[in-house]
Structure formats: structure tokens, C-alpha cells
Nanobody, 123 residues
Framework: QVQLVESGGGLVQAGGSLRLSCAASGRTFSVGAMGWFRQAPGEEREFVAAITWSGSTDHANSVKGRFTISRDNAKNTGYLQMNSLKPEDTAVYYC?????????????????WGQGTQVTVSS
């Protein structure tokens, strides 16, 4: 099993920045791609960004140019740098991981999930 713990969420004004972290523990050698998803109240959980073990990335169109996903394999930690935040970015952000090495934008392809961290952007 792999355990994921997110941190770094909070309240920020529009235009501000936050950096989310996702620390993995347990059978971390089995972790391939990692991803970030978010879920706003009354909405479905949606893809934000994903990264492979080797560093290839994909970002949702809504966050391209503002958010950047990265990872430090030596520390078993993933990151989501969020800049130029907008009120519509307000959501619970979830870290996810899968055994497969390829990128996936589908939440059904991820086996392991964190508990989520709240990001609130005020206008």
C-alpha cells in the first residue's frame, strides 16, 4: 500500500500563490505517475495535472501557464505550484498516484489518494 498526505492548502487572495505538497509513504517503489485533482462543491472531481516518474507532465487547459506540477523522487514527494490564483480555483485538491508509468487524466486510473487539502481563493 501507498499512503499520500497533502499539505500547503489555505486561504489566498486572487492573484496570489500557493504550493501544495504530497508526501508518499509505504510501498513507494511501486509509484509510477502522480497526479493532482480538485473538487469544488457540487462538482465532479476534475483533473488538474499529472507527472510521470521521469518528469513528463500534462496540465489541464484551465491551469496551463499558472500551475506547475513537479516531483522529487528522492523525497517521494510531489508538488503543485499554483500562481495567479483565481476564485474559480477554489476546491479541495487531491493528490493521487498509480502504479502505471504513463500519464493519465482519468481519476479511475489512480489507485492511491490523499485525504485532500482545501484551497480557497478570495476575490
Amino acid at each position: 500500500q501507498v499512503q499520500l498526505v497533502e499539505s500547503g492548502g489555505g486561504l489566498v487572495q486572487a492573484g496570489g500563490s500557493l504550493r501544495l505538497s504530497c508526501a508518499a509513504s509505504g510501498r513507494t517503489f511501486s509509484v509510477g505517475a502522480m497526479g493532482w485533482f480538485r473538487q469544488a462543491p457540487g462538482e465532479e472531481r476534475e483533473f488538474v495535472a499529472a507527472i510521470t516518474w521521469s518528469g513528463s507532465t500534462d496540465h489541464a487547459n484551465s491551469v496551463k501557464g499558472r500551475f506547475t506540477i513537479s516531483r522529487d523522487n528522492a523525497k517521494n514527494t510531489g508538488y503543485l505550484q499554483m500562481n495567479s490564483l483565481k476564485p474559480e480555483d477554489t476546491a479541495v485538491y487531491y493528490c493521487a498516484a498509480r502504479n502505471g508509468r504513463s500519464l493519465s487524466t482519468s481519476r479511475n486510473q489512480y489507485t492511491y489518494w490523499g485525504q485532500g487539502t482545501q484551497v480557497t481563493v478570495s476575490s
